[in-house]
């Protein structure tokens, strides 16, 4: 072939092939039909933090679509009560909701692994095993039996244990105690006398103020701040042992989310991926400030002793013992978590723990 010939024809196909590439792009993008959904949120707007999960993922789902999936997000109240998000998705009212699996154990136990459960995973082997594990494969097949497709979209890290008027110094203690406390953590303080309430974040306050309850667990010091438990309840004790690295789900209509073009899939699995980071990161920054606020403002900061901590195991134990006995899916999801912690803290006891342990002594002892 002529030599001159050769590169002008090159030259015209090079031509043709960037004329065909930007005659392609717009055909691409009419290709992706323009979606509204509606996601109703189980958290009030006041918590910035844990509601701003679903803003952030509605944002990158319409920035990675250039706008042609839009999601509208809404918060408690508005749509739906915060405690019927995930039922509104199921029955088709809203496409999707931002919530806690574990506020619909009144249907299934088994909705409470997907959140957290006593004595279960802290937030980084919860995602690890979510992400790598088993832990998305069999809850969303155990989702699916009730309509809904779950992404993990946000943790809050260990939460802490509540607010008290009086103080927990033994199991005894206990006795009487009406809590607002969250999924099988109810049944399980339940068996050392406490009378568990299940109660909407929005709705928690003023039930302790009134002395409705005696009690109540939330998050953490920068929402618990924020909704003022300081000042109606003196006691706020640590670790919430039922919440060791809670999962905030975004939960799809299964049947709409099957519905959607795959890149749209990708996008919004993406986009919650980042909010679940993203929230974590949050709660960092900010629940240190919360704490030494709290404390100044006469929050009397007290640890669960070893005893209630003990006994409270042994009672988790026999829930769990007694619910799988009566519920096979349970028992499955269940059982694959144990093992994966098992396996997970033979390497955090010599990685994470000695590290964080020997720092933490150091910040003790004022050298940082």
């Not at 509540?162 to 809590?179: Q, S």
């Not at 109810?186 to 929005?202: F, H, M, S, Y």
């Not at 195991?313 to 829930?319: I, L, N, R, Y």
Request: with cysteine.
């Amino acid at each position: 072939m002529d030599r001159r010939a050769f590169f002008k024809k090159a030259a015209v196909t090079g031509i043709g092939a960037a004329a065909a590439t930007t005659l392609a792009a717009p055909a691409l993008a009419q290709a992706l039909p323009k979606i509204n959904w509606r996601l109703t949120s189980s958290f009030p707007k006041s918590l910035d933090t844990i509601y701003g999960g679903a803003e952030d993922l509605a944002k990158h789902v319409a920035a990675a679509t250039d706008g042609n999936f839009a999601i509208q997000t809404f918060a408690a109240g508005e749509i739906v009560p915060g405690l019927q998000a995930a039922d509104a998705v199921s029955s088709g009212t809203v496409e999707m909701c931002h919530t806690c699996s574990y506020y619909y154990v009144g249907k299934d136990p088994t909705f409470a692994i997907g959140t957290a459960i006593p004595f279960g995973l802290n937030a980084r082997l919860t995602n690890s095993w979510f992400y790598e594990g088993n832990g998305n494969r069999l809850m969303n097949e155990f989702y699916a039996t009730h309509g809904l497709y779950g992404f993990i979209a946000g943790n809050t890290g260990a939460q802490m244990g509540g607010w008290f008027r009086k103080e927990i110094n033994t199991v005894e203690d206990f006795k009487g105690v009406k809590m607002r406390i969250a999924g099988l953590a109810g049944r399980v303080v339940e068996k050392l006398g406490v009378v568990p309430q299940q109660i909407a974040g929005g709705d928690i306050y003023p039930a302790l103020e009134k002395g409705t309850i005696d009690a109540a667990e939330w998050v953490g010091p920068y929402d618990d701040q924020k909704l003022g438990f300081y000042k109606v309840a003196k006691y706020y004790y640590y670790p919430a042992f039922w919440e060791g690295g809670p999962v905030i789900h975004a939960f799809a209509n299964k049947e709409k989310f099957d519905a959607l073009p795959k890149a749209y899939q990708a996008a919004l699995q993406d986009a919650c991926a980042f909010a679940n980071t993203s929230m974590m990161a949050k709660y960092d920054k900010k629940n240190p400030i919360a704490i030494r606020e709290l404390a100044a403002q006469g929050t009397v900061l007290r640890p669960f002793s070893q005893d209630i901590l003990s006994a409270c195991f042994d009672a988790a134990k026999e829930v769990y013992a007694d619910i799988s006995s009566k519920n096979p899916t349970f028992k499955k999801i269940y059982d694959d978590q144990v093992a994966f912690k098992k396996e997970a803290y033979l390497w955090m006891q010599l990685s994470e723990y000695t590290y964080d342990t020997f720092m933490m002594i150091q910040q003790r002892n004022g050298k940082l």
